[in-house]
């Protein structure tokens, strides 16, 4: 009699499909044959777990049979398996995940198709101005290409390539292992079946040689250290014919010496002078458009902001431009003239005159307040 599914694996009813698989993988690897060689009843527990799994993780065939259990599923076709080979060869990318290798049939005349070149990568430094504007350049960089003397092929003019007498073409070297063949990439072709017995000379029967070679570089407005471009088809060249790689870019943006970047908007810190800040005044500011008139109001303190609008970053996905933050910083001077230094110690003494007038009247009229209140509390 058939064991529940749910018990083989040791596992709850509701048990998501995550845990079914972590529960099948333990159980295949404690009764794997080549552990267990000769152990008929490991080999039966490897076939009903097996089974259990097959059934339990596809959904149609589980809620088949949580409804009418082993009936329900042998009515859909389902028999299980005939042996651990069947096995292997429905769960070929689990196993391969687990031990590392692929179950093989009988595979023969391997051949290597095109392969694509690979990605390459240029970490470019711009200036502040060219990663906020925008910009064109060229860069050099060095990369694999196709050989012009062979085209590619790695032989020498006229010379074929011969079979490899080591996995005899078929690119793979196969061994038995109890009950499943192993396959690996043959070391000698590296795969391709093929040999070549006269090679080119130029690329010595690599098909690619490295070169120089200029690429022009659009940095579009608004990019940012970390940005990265994508070139297509400006990386390495394919062997066997296959597609070039492509060249990815990588932004480093240079400080500068006046802006900072917050998101799309360029902040500045303004200094200005303590005459300017208490009688105001109309100067002219650094942009990245060029000098720009901004009106300093009167009695302005140092922390106040200014925004001139549409002057900051575009953004990268076309959602207009960010603004120029102005923080002006009130400047105290220094080294002064002995008439600076007379004309602000009459502003120092005006400033006190100020406040101590304004804190006599203040006592004065407390004074009246208080007298008046006495005559009242007497009479």
Not at 11 to 28: F, G, H, I, M
Not at 314 to 330: A, C, H, N
């Amino acid at each position: 009699m058939k064991r529940d599914y749910y018990e083989i694996l040791e596992v709850s009813r509701d048990c998501s499909s995550e845990e079914l698989k972590r529960a099948y993988r333990k159980l295949a690897l404690k009764y794997h044959p080549d552990k267990n060689q000769g152990d008929k009843d490991a080999e039966e527990r490897f076939k009903e777990a097996a089974e259990a799994y097959e059934v339990l993780r596809d959904p149609q065939k589980r809620q088949t049979y949580d409804l009418y259990g082993y009936e329900g599923i042998a009515g859909t076709g389902f028999r299980g398996f005939s042996g651990p080979q069947d096995i292997f060869s429905n769960f070929s990318d689990l196993f391969e995940d687990l031990f590392g290798f692929s179950t093989v049939h009988q595979k023969h005349g391997t051949s290597m198709g095109p392969e694509a070149g690979a990605d390459l990568r240029y970490d470019l430094e711009v200036s502040f101005e060219d990663a906020a504007r925008g910009a064109e350049t060229e860069i050099e960089i060095v990369r694999l290409e196709s050989c012009s003397i062979c085209q590619g092929t790695g032989m020498a003019s006229g010379s074929r390539p011969a079979t490899c007498p080591t996995c005899h073409g078929r690119g793979q070297i196969i061994r038995s292992e109890g009950f499943f063949r192993i396959s690996s990439v043959c070391p000698h072709c590296s795969g391709s079946g093929t040999i070549i017995t006269d090679p080119c000379q130029a690329c010595q029967g690599k098909g690619r040689v490295r070169e120089r070679h200029k690429v022009r570089v659009h940095i579009p407005a608004g990019v940012d250290t970390g940005s990265r471009l994508r070139l297509k088809r400006e990386g390495e060249a394919g062997l066997r014919h296959g597609p070039r790689g492509d060249l990815y870019i990588v932004i480093h943006v240079k400080p500068h010496e006046l802006f900072e970047r917050h998101g799309n908007d360029i902040y500045l810190r303004l200094p200005i002078s303590i005459v300017q800040a208490a009688i105001g005044d109309e100067i002219e500011v650094s942009t990245l458009d060029g000098p720009r008139n901004l009106k300093i109001p009167a009695e302005t303190q140092t922390g106040e902001h200014f925004r001139l609008k549409g002057l900051g970053i575009p953004d990268l996905r076309g959602f207009g431009s960010g603004d120029q933050i102005i923080e002006v910083v009130v400047v105290t001077p220094t080294k002064l003239t002995d008439r600076q230094r007379t004309l602000l110690q009459e502003f120092a003494d005006i400033e006190r005159e100020k406040k101590e007038g304004g804190f006599f009247r203040k006592l004065f009229k407390r004074s009246e307040v208080h007298g008046h209140s006495s005559h009242e509390r007497t009479s």
